[in-house]
Every structure is written in C-alpha cells, then in structure tokens.
C-alpha cells in the first residue's frame, strides 16, 4: 500500500509571500488532517477534513492558512502571507473510518514539508 | 487548551538498557498512542491503546493505558541503536477522533 504523498519536501521563502502544500493520502482513506510541527515540538492539528468537508478548523489560523480538499482525495494547504512564526515542518495524515478490523485510530503520517520563513 | 506532560524530554542511555516514559494529561481520553519519528520523516505508530488498565506489547515495546485514563508508559526494553528518535505520546477523544501529542521524548542510544 502507498504511503501518504507530500510536496515539496522543502521550502524556502521570504515573509510576506505566499507558499502551497500538497498532500495526496492513502487510497480510500476517507479522513486526512494538516499539522504543523515546530521544531522541537510534537505535532498540532491545523485541519480536518472527512471526505471534502471540514470537521475540526478550530487551531487553522484563518486569516492567513486555507486549505481545500476539492474531490474528498488531495488536498492543498496554504499560507498567504507568511510569517516567519509559520516556519516548520506541515505533516500530513489520513485515516480510514472502515479500518476497524484490527481496530486502528491511529493516522499514517506522510514525510512532511520543511517551510522556512526568512 | 488541552495539554499533555510528557517526560522526560531527553533520555541518553547504553545499548542494552531498559527504557521507560510517560504521559500524563488533565484530560480523560478515550485512545492513547505512541508514535515514533525519525529526522526527515513523519510520525510512525507504535502502539494503541483502547481502554484503561490496557497492557500492549509490539515487540521489545510495552505500553499501558493508566486506570485514570489519563496517562499512559511506554517501556522499551534491551536498547538497540536503531530505537533512536523521538518518542510521541498521544491522547484521542472518540466522536471526531481529534488527537492531541505531547511534546515528544528524545532518545539516544549509546553502542
């Protein structure tokens, strides 16, 4: 089975520009989620989306961060302007809600994006 | 906001040693995971734990679900180099499945 799919693996921009992230899940997993993960911290979720609807926006800065997830399959997530506070590693994470047999809750991680704000 | 204590921060031992770390929250959760991540990667699943009083094994790994159900060890026994890394506990409420990490245990194994 593949793994969850992300680009780039590294970003570099300058403050004030705008940055998109790509995430494609594990086929017929129906839940994916953003995080963000500042270094030296563990991961916070930012969005989660079951098929192409938002669950759980709560933590997603909105006047900066928006994220789609168009035909319930990828996803983009983006900044616009950046900050340099947004620099940090955005994982990406999907789930099956009929993975029940063995029970499972826990997500697979994609390999994530390093952003770098300068 | 919701928060998870995870201890210690860092650990440097000798291959060959037992290993142990917790999670403790002022939270009641439902699920507890332990996720385990290398440089360059995301987050890799070790263990799930479904219901208090719970004891997993995978491996030379065992953890537990606390009877409070709000904490939770991970025991990693005879250390080999390859267990470095850091360590992430994790609590999850049912309903959405929102899950909150800990701020994660590094590891350093010693040959």
């Known amino acids: 089975e593949a793994g969850v799919a992300q680009s780039p693996r590294y970003k570099i921009i300058e403050k004030r520009q705008s940055v998109a992230f790509w995430c494609n899940p594990i086929?017929?997993?129906?839940?994916l989620y953003w995080y963000q993960q500042i270094l030296g911290q563990g991961p916070k979720l930012l969005i989660q989306?079951?098929?192409?609807?938002?669950?759980?926006d709560s933590q997603l800065p909105k006047d900066r961060f928006s994220a789609e997830r168009l035909k319930g399959v990828d996803s983009t997530l983006k900044i616009q302007p950046a900050k340099l506070e947004d620099s940090a590693v955005y994982l990406c994470?999907?789930?099956?809600?009929?993975?029940?047999?063995?029970?499972?809750?826990?997500?697979?991680f994609g390999s994530g994006t390093r952003l770098t704000v300068v | 906001g919701q928060q998870l204590n995870q201890s210690p921060q860092s650990m440097f031992i000798q291959e060959g040693e037992d290993v142990s770390m917790n999670c403790t929250s002022s939270?009641?959760?439902?699920?507890w995971l332990w996720y385990k991540q290398e440089p360059g990667e995301g987050p890799v699943l070790l263990i799930a734990?479904?219901?208090?009083?719970e004891l997993t094994s995978n491996g030379r790994l065992t953890a537990q679900f606390g009877i409070t159900r709000k904490d939770s060890f991970l025991n990693i026994s005879a250390s080999i180099p390859s267990d470095v890394g850091i360590y992430f506990c994790?609590?999850?409420?049912?309903?959405?499945?929102?899950?909150?990490f800990g701020a994660g245990t590094r590891l350093f194994v010693k040959a």
């Open positions: 994470a999907s789930r099956s809600l009929g993975d029940l047999k063995p029970k499972n809750y826990g997500y697979t």
């Open positions: 086929s017929g997993h129906a839940t």
């Open positions: 989306f079951q098929n192409n609807g938002v669950v759980d």
């Open positions: 939270s009641i959760f439902n699920t």
């Open positions: 734990l479904y219901k208090a009083g």
């Open positions: 994790a609590g999850q409420y049912t309903g959405g499945f929102k899950t909150i």
